[in-house]
């Protein structure tokens, strides 16, 4: 089954290359320009907070655009909270040899039947055969690779 293409699940590792210049940056910028709408649990904030944080830290950016990011995330990325789909990930994970952070975020593109993008390729990897149609590697992200939004 094919999932939709008007949509897309995003997890954290894709999301903080949107704010930070990091391997496969180019390809996460393309992504909220192929999708209509752009989805993730509400753990997205707390990951990528975290994430920006240790930039902070390591003098790699600036801690002010901390905030800056995160009201653009919360500008373009509608979120559901993670309460609600944490049964359901314990069971992927526990199932598929995952972590439930990384469950989550499929059980959402599941529920939504979209893809999601990910810059984890080895959860691509493991998961790709279970959920076929649902998971895209960031890596694997080109201009012709994404459907294109309005």
Known sequence: ?????DAAVVDASVAVKWFAQEVLTDEA??????FLRL?????IFTEVTSALL????RHEMA???VHRAIDVL???VATTSTLTL????YDIAEKNGCSVYYAVYVVRAL??????????ERLVNALKPVYPGHLIWLGDVNENSLPRSG
Request: hydrophobic letters at 40%; charged letters at 35%; a positive charge.
């Open 1 to 5: 089954m094919s999932a939709r293409t």
């Open 29 to 34: 910028l393309r992504v909220p320009r192929a």
């Open 39 to 43: 989805i993730a649990p509400d753990i």
């Open 54 to 57: 240790k930039k902070v830290r």
């Open 63 to 65: 801690g002010p655009l």
């Open 74 to 76: 919360a500008d373009r």
């Open 86 to 89: 944490v049964r359901d990930a």
């Open 111 to 120: 529920q939504e039947d979209c893809p999601l993008v990910t810059a984890d």
